[in-house]
T-cell receptor, first 113, second 111 residues
Framework: KAGVTQTPRYLIKTRGQQVTLSCSPI?????VSWYQQTPGQGLQFLFE???????NKGNFPGRFSGRQFSNSRSEMNVSTLELGDSALYLC????????????FGDGTRLSIL | SQQGEEDPQALSIQEGENATMNCSYK?????LQWYRQNSGRGLVHLIL???NEREKHSGRLRVTLDTSKKSSSLLITASRAADTASYFC???????????WGAGTKLIIKP
């Protein structure tokens, strides 16, 4: 069974630009969660989608948005990039229940110049 | 928000020794999960322990849960260089499917 795939693996952008990151979950998984990981703040929850609906949302500004398609693939978009958005963005998929483990991709390393 | 707090923040031991890391949390939970993250990679699920369980084993891993103290511990026995990684605990509560994560323990195994 293929794991969670995130593309691209690395991305360099400049301030003010926007970016779209992609996540393909494990086949059969309907829940996709997104996290931002930085050395200073640790793992911060962005949002979770389940069957194309946003089910949970973290405490991030509206510049961060996401969506999920009917095949469970998900994208997250960050607009008007700031230097502080430099981070590793991780996607995790699961079957969706609260007692289900999450399966992570290797992330997209986003650097803002 | 981060509910779990791992202790210690960093741990360095010799290969072959046992490594113990702890996780404390604030609210009642349905389950607690431990994950490992190798440098620059995604997290890997290690073990899930439900609130009505006190201890669970998986290979060289032993997890305990004390709901009265709102704490859990992860023991790695006979450590190996490949165990060098960061270890995170995460809790699931109520009907909310969102996991709440701790800040992690960085484990270094010296050869």
């Amino acid at each position: 069974k293929a794991g969670v795939t995130q593309t691209p693996r690395y991305l360099i952008k400049t301030r003010g630009q926007q970016v779209t990151l992609s996540c393909s979950p494990i086949s059969g998984h309907r829940s996709v969660s997104w996290y931002q990981q930085t050395p200073g703040q640790g793992l911060q929850f962005l949002f979770e989608y389940f069957s194309e609906t946003q089910r949970n949302k973290g405490n991030f500004p509206g510049r961060f948005s996401g969506r999920q398609f009917s095949n469970s693939r998900s994208e997250m978009n960050v607009s008007t990039l700031e230097l502080g958005d430099s981070a590793l963005y991780l996607c995790a998929s699961s079957l969706g229940g609260g007692d289900q483990p999450q399966h992570f991709g290797d992330g997209t390393r986003l650097s803002i110049l | 928000s981060q509910q779990g707090e791992e202790d210690p923040q960093a741990l360095s031991i010799q290969e072959g020794e046992n490594a113990t890391m702890n996780c404390s949390y604030k609210t009642s939970i349905n389950n607690l999960q431990w994950y490992r993250q190798n440098s620059g990679r995604g997290l890997v699920h290690l073990i899930l322990i439900r609130s009505n369980e006190r201890e669970k084993h998986s290979g060289r891993l032993r997890v305990t849960l004390d709901t009265s103290k709102k704490s859990s511990s992860l023991l790695i026995t006979a450590s190996r260089a490949a165990d060098t990684a960061s270890y995170f605990c995460a809790t699931a509560s109520g009907s909310n499917y969102q996991l709440i994560w701790g800040a992690g323990t960085k484990l270094i195994i010296k050869p």
